[in-house]
């Protein structure tokens, strides 16, 4: 074999030459999507700076690579003589044979993520092993982002808008749908309250126009460019908007949809406008921005704000509005529909299952415990309360479920929780009928990286790099959920050394226990109900806007409030069973055995950071940034399990009138003030921000120690 180049067959008839010296690449005809992943491969190669003596030396590219692609052409397999298994769309097979690595798939996707596959195992096991044999199917065959757009936004704020310049940037764009190819997340989302006109110029309804002249033009050209990178990155997109609201055009001409809000944050759950200007406007706008994009994939609707009024009325607005432009369309496209926020699934299921005209199976979007998803794998709550299964039984004939996994309880500290995701997606993967996932935030935009302190020597670009563990765990195991822990720790090793890649690994798995473990325990609904990291409830100061530090969780409260995990026990109802003498159930979870596990993961946190000290590390500012950030998950945990132990004391100490018991409940709060000191401590990496949208709100660790304090005088107020 010739080591001068690297000879890459597609089809048996496109043929790239990977120049083994100068790490060029030379490329035929083939498709977008496999140029793009084959460009990603011979990037690897010249980072590793390859020339004639490495190639040498290299056992995983002392070889030829060969692709094959079988959607039409099974014909090479034959030649080859090789026993291919059943490999499905978006699926691949690693073949090694006769010193010879063959790459298998029935579909660009499926190269795609192959190529990927042998660009991984190069970085990561490098270049002198042998490519591993391999079969991958994907589990699941939606695996989606959801991205809310700063402009015409679900809610106005600093921590919104300050994307805007970064969100419209293409630049950006290439970055993130990157990420997403190489951690196999399918389906881009993209939300917002009425993105129509920043796409179009309505034919028939001129005064809705928001733009024209180059202004339009640029967005003309921002949409294709992005629609069409996503399509070369085997990248479904969506647009998805909240329903019965217009172009401030339309809405002055017409004088309809002119909503007034008390608080202006909000477009709320006022009565609906269902005006015909509207549902006409609407139609229209849906079937001109369908033909206008050929390389969008779909719509999405959301039956909840501005469209109070009866179920069957609701439903029947969607029929005539994106049902009916979807089906006046030159092409069918994809179609998300959200379950409605009134749980009233025999009108929803019948209107639903109705609708015919759309591209496959319609995506039934479900928001699985709310707005925290990352909580208990079981499903205790979704939007509008009660649980029903009358969604999913019996089956449903032209829908299939994909689970909404929003995050509002993780905005600053790194996530990652494998055994989480895989526990999630057994419990909840209904067979033939769950399509798949959503995962991303209402409250957080992944884009300029707004949160760190300059002082902190970051060296990515984008917020979601920072944030690449929580993408990479998600979409690896939703295509695969028997992907092995080792995958990640190799990942770990590869970016901060193998000295301390794996316990980093181990560090962050125990710590991102703390939002589930708490966020289970403490019922929250809607956004911000609850903010893990920050144990805030801003309930009331998002209806009132007291001052910002009343959002903090007092100890009086958390005895009291309700779990989101009915298997779980509040304070009051455990110190009721106990001094009632009552048995507790083994199945039950009690605060005392949170409290235990917290305190054990914390500290093990803080072992594992010990043995990390003086060992040869790669990229020190950014594993700086990772170690501080599972140290802060380590005192949140601390701090979470002695305010519990508090808090049981504290009540036990009122129901028993119990001096002692008291006095052990204040130590316990001094106890967790010293942990939330070494939370401050462990969190100098970030700066005050404007995080969570309401109005002018900052945040910081710091701000709330004077209100972690209060819960000591809190205590000590307590009378008998």
């Not at 019922?523 to 409830?537: A, H, Q, R, V």
């Not at 304070?571 to 009632?580: G, M, R």
Request: with cysteine; proline share 4%.
């Amino acid at each position: 074999m010739n080591l001068k180049s690297l000879i890459l067959i597609v089809a048996g008839c496109f043929c790239w030459v990977v120049n083994a010296q100068s790490g060029g690449v030379f490329r035929s005809s083939e498709s977008e999507i496999t140029k793009i992943a084959l460009e990603k491969l011979a990037t690897e190669i010249s980072f590793s700076k390859f020339n004639l003596e490495a190639v040498k030396k290299a056992k995983a590219l002392d070889s030829k690579i060969i692709l094959l692609h079988t959607e039409n052409d099974k014909s090479w397999i034959k030649k080859f003589k090789l026993k291919v298994a059943d490999i499905k769309s978006e699926g691949f097979q690693i073949i090694t044979k006769d010193n010879d690595t063959y790459l298998v798939a029935s579909d660009d996707a499926g190269l795609m993520y192959g190529i990927l596959e042998l660009k991984d195992q190069l970085k990561l096991y490098g270049l002198n092993s042998k490519f591993k044999e391999k079969t991958e199917n994907p589990h699941f065959s939606f695996r989606a982002v959801k991205f809310n757009l700063p402009w015409s936004s679900y809610r106005i704020g600093e921590s919104l808008h300050l994307h805007m310049k970064t969100v419209k940037d293409t630049v950006f764009w290439k970055g993130y749908l990157d990420m997403m190819a190489e951690n196999r997340l399918n389906a881009l989302t993209l939300w917002n309250l009425h993105p129509f006109t920043f796409m179009i110029q309505p034919e028939k309804f001129p005064e809705a126009t928001q733009f024209t002249g180059q202004e339009f033009k640029d967005w003309q050209t921002f949409w294709r460019t992005l629609f069409k990178m996503a399509k070369d990155r085997s990248i479904e997109t969506y647009i998805v908007n909240w329903n019965i609201i217009t172009s401030p055009g339309l809405t002055e001409t017409h004088n309809v949809a002119n909503y007034k809000d008390d608080l202006e944050w909000h477009y709320g759950f006022t009565p609906a406008d269902t005006s015909r200007v509207i549902v006409d406007y609407m139609r229209e706008t849906i079937t001109q921005t369908i033909n206008e994009y050929p390389n969008l994939t779909g719509l999405g609707v959301s039956i909840g704000e501005r469209m109070q009024m009866p179920m069957e009325d609701a439903m029947k607005w969607v029929k005539n509005t994106f049902v009916a432009g979807m089906k006046n369309a030159n092409r069918k496209v994809k179609f998300i529909h959200r379950a409605p926020f009134k749980v009233e699934p025999e009108i929803a299921r019948e209107y639903i299952e109705s609708y015919t005209g759309t591209e496959g199976p319609i995506i039934m979007e479900f928001k699985f415990n709310w707005s925290h998803g990352h909580s208990t794998p079981n499903l205790a709550i979704t939007h509008g309360g009660k649980v029903s299964d009358q969604y999913w039984n019996p089956k449903p004939s032209n829908y299939k479920m994909a689970w909404m996994m929003r995050n509002e309880d993780f905005i600053m500290l790194n996530w990652g929780h494998t055994e989480f995701i895989k526990e999630h997606i057994k419990v909840n993967d209904f067979p033939d009928i769950t399509m798949g996932y959503f995962i991303g935030s209402e409250t957080y935009i992944p884009a300029k990286e707004y949160r760190m302190s300059p002082d902190s020597n970051y060296n990515w670009t984008y917020a979601y790099e920072k944030d690449w563990e929580f993408y990479q765990m998600w979409g690896r195991l939703m295509y695969n959920p028997n992907t092995s822990d080792d995958y990640f720790i190799q990942n770990f090793k590869h970016r901060y050394g193998d000295a301390v890649g794996e316990p980093l690994f181990k560090a962050l798995q125990l710590g991102s226990e703390m939002p589930l473990w708490f966020s289970t325990f403490y019922k929250g609904t809607w956004d911000f109900t609850i903010y893990s990291e920050g144990f805030l409830n801003g309930k009331q100061l998002y209806r009132n806007y007291k001052e910002a530090e009343d959002a903090f969780i007092r100890i009086d409260e958390m005895i009291t409030h309700e779990t989101l995990d009915p298997l779980y026990l509040n304070i009051d109802d455990y110190n009721n069973l106990k001094l009632e003498g009552k048995p507790i159930s083994e199945e039950l979870v009690t605060p005392l055995e949170i409290a235990e596990e917290m305190e054990q993961n914390g500290l093990k946190i803080l072992e594992l950071c010990e043995k990390m000290k003086g060992q040869p590390v790669k990229d020190i500012a950014n594993f700086n940034i990772e170690r501080n950030d599972v140290k802060a998950w380590a005192n949140l945990s601390l701090y979470f399990a002695d305010k519990l132990r508090a808090g049981i004391y504290l009540d036990e100490a009122v129901k028993t009138k119990s001096q002692e018991k008291k006095d052990k409940a204040i130590d316990y709060l001094r106890n967790a003030s010293k942990h939330w000191l070494g939370l401050v401590d462990s969190t100098q990496q970030y700066q005050e921000v404007s995080l969570l949208h309401i109005r002018s709100f900052k945040f910081s660790w710091e701000m709330y120690y004077p209100r972690v304090l209060k819960d000591i005088e809190i205590a000590e107020a307590v009378k008998f």
